[in-house]
């Protein structure tokens, strides 16, 4: 557009400046009919100038037929020719040219769709960004952390009595929760991670503390945001919520072999979500030492979940999960269906549908290394539309009602029971969906749909 401009205006000031030489009548109408049609034919082929100068060129040279006079022809000065004869192209911008320059680069900005965000934010929601950032970095950061240490020889003896301790440590998976600080969970910099979304915790039923319970998280979404805003800190005022309860967020065994990373989630609170590691926290503790009043969080779904997750769309992979049943079973703990509507909406990822090889890969790492690689984007730090960082969508996790379960041993375990409380399960989810869908999903693309 600038090139089109310039040549434009550089036309208009030789036409103003250069000699006009006239033509008799004779041959005017024939030069005039072809200089019309080449006119009206670049008209046709779209290559008119921004700014509107042909079409009064065009009633010019038609009035002038009509009247039959003389057409004038003009030639160019020799002093009209670019200066820069070396070079074939005009310049683009004059040297104070600047502020035209960024309009086109925020043009072209704009046409990429990115976003910028502008400097004038608030100093809240920036530090609410920070939060956001050292989570996401926690483990990038404590790995890069701990080979630095590594580097240095003077660490040296403090790294392998370290390494020591975490291979042979049963912190994860005792239940006795020896390095979970409540200071740490109450820190402010978690109460702007909620705030960042922003997330809002809802209680529908009252929870005794003379229960156990096993929190069933839906939908996975990529990373969990909202299960870690809820339950690993008090960001939404969990204790408040649910007085004399200690809940416990669980994650993948693998996580717990990172070091540092493990020391800063079991601070958390955070435990491995093997089998043990549930049996432990829900029959030690509490008043009698028998797991009242204790409860924990487990994310049905897993990363086979976070591949379905896509804005206004609600796929829970739930119809063969049973696992989580059986262990409420074994340990006696009630379950308590748990929906976060606007978890799957924090990340834009490639859909199985429109990239099902991409998908056939992703399930083969799966099955192979026990873990998945979503694609995906979000925002970044400095604008709205590219980056890793999740979107600032609202997040309601809504708690249900909890499902009792009378405890049973191994063996009196039976599959009609199991599939009882797996169905009543499913069926409070899809009240809580139905009741709530309207209010915190109003954007929805679909209905919520239970997968295999």
């Known amino acids: 557009m600038a090139l089109a401009e310039s040549t434009g205006d550089l036309a208009e000031k030789e036409a103003n400046e250069l000699p006009v030489k006239t033509m008799t009548t004779s041959n005017s109408k024939g030069v005039q009919v072809n200089g019309v049609n080449g006119v009206n034919g670049g008209l046709e082929n779209g290559n008119e100038r921004p700014n509107g100068k042909e079409d009064g060129h065009v009633d010019g040279v038609r ?61 809240r929601r920036r530090m609410q960004t920070v939060a956001v950032i050292i989570h996401c970095l926690s483990i990038a950061s404590t790995v890069s952390f701990f080979f630095f240490l590594c580097a240095i020889p003077i660490f040296w003896p403090l790294i392998i009595p370290y390494l020591l301790h975490m291979s042979l440590s049963k912190n994860a998976t005792d239940g006795r929760l020896r390095m979970r600080s409540e200071r740490w969970r109450r820190l402010p910099v978690w109460k702007l991670f909620g705030e960042y979304f922003p997330a809002k915790l809802h209680k529908t039923h009252d929870l005794p503390p003379t229960r156990k319970y096993i929190f069933g998280y839906h939908p996975h979404g990529i990373i969990s945001h909202g299960a870690f805003a809820a339950f690993a800190t008090e960001a939404l005022g969990f204790s408040e919520k649910f007085p004399g309860i200690t809940n416990s967020l669980l994650t993948l065994d693998s996580n717990f072999r990172i070091p540092l990373y493990r020391d800063y989630i079991l601070a958390f609170g955070l435990q491995s979500v093997s089998k043990e590691s ?15 009043g204790r409860a924990v969080t487990i994310v049905v779904g897993g990363a086979r979940e976070s591949l379905e997750a896509q804005p206004g769309v609600m796929n829970l992979v739930l119809a063969d999960r049973k696992g989580f049943v059986k262990m409420a079973i074994r340990t006696g703990a009630d379950l308590v269906p748990v929906l976060a509507f606007g978890e799957n909406d924090l990340y834009d990822q490639l859909s199985p549908k429109t990239h099902p090889w991409l998908h056939k890969a992703q399930m083969w790492v799966l099955r192979t290394l026990k873990f998945t690689l979503p694609f995906l984007h979000g925002r970044g730090i400095f604008n709205y539309d590219v980056g890793l960082m999740p979107y600032r969508r609202r997040l309601n996790i809504v708690v249900g009602r ?27 989810l899809e009240k809580m969906w139905e009741r709530y869908k309207d209010v915190f999903a109003g954007r929805r693309r679909g209905e919520m749909n239970i997968l295999k």
């Open 63 to 123: 009035s002038s037929e009509a009247n039959g006079s003389t057409l004038t022809q003009r030639k160019p000065k020799k002093s009209s020719v670019l200066k820069a004869k070396d070079n074939n192209y005009p310049p683009l911008y004059d040297d104070d040219d600047r502020d035209e320059r960024r309009l086109d680069r925020l043009q072209a900005y704009r046409a990429a769709g990115i976003r910028f965000a502008p400097w004038n934010i608030p100093y």
């Open 402 to 428: 909890p499902i009792m379960v009378a405890q049973k041993k191994e063996g009196e375990i039976e599959n009609e029971e199991v599939d009882r409380l797996h169905r009543e399960y499913v069926g409070e």
């Open 278 to 292: 549930i049996t432990n926290i829900l029959t030690k503790g509490g008043p009698n030492n028998e797991g009242m």
